[in-house]
């Protein structure tokens, strides 16, 4: 049971931290959030529906957890290059 409860989180690790490499890449402005002008400058087909669905507590920005919880579902277009 431990070695699976280890396993799991090793891969909620992983994961986070992929999910956090990529969101760094995003945030150009290293301010810890991206806004909807850095999602657009990497994402040019993104609209503001998307963006706006992203954000799930409507503050204009997209934080680590909301990045996350949008790559998991499947909510983020893909990025250029």
Do not use: C, Q, W
């Not at 090793?10 to 969101?23: E, K, P, S």
């Not at 507590?57 to 893909?78: C, H, K, Q, R, S």
Request: charged residues 20%; glycine residues 6%; aromatic residues 4%.
């Amino acid at each position: 049971m431990l070695k699976r409860l280890v396993a799991v989180s090793f891969v909620g690790i992983a994961a986070t931290t992929a999910a956090h490499a990529d969101m760094t890449a995003l945030d150009t402005n290293a301010d810890g959030v991206i806004s909807f002008e850095e999602m657009l400058a990497a994402v040019p087909s993104v609209t503001e529906e998307t963006f706006t669905t992203i954000d799930v507590n409507a503050d204009g920005t997209i934080d680590a957890d909301e990045y996350a919880a949008a790559e998991a579902a499947g909510t983020l277009p893909a990025t250029d290059g």
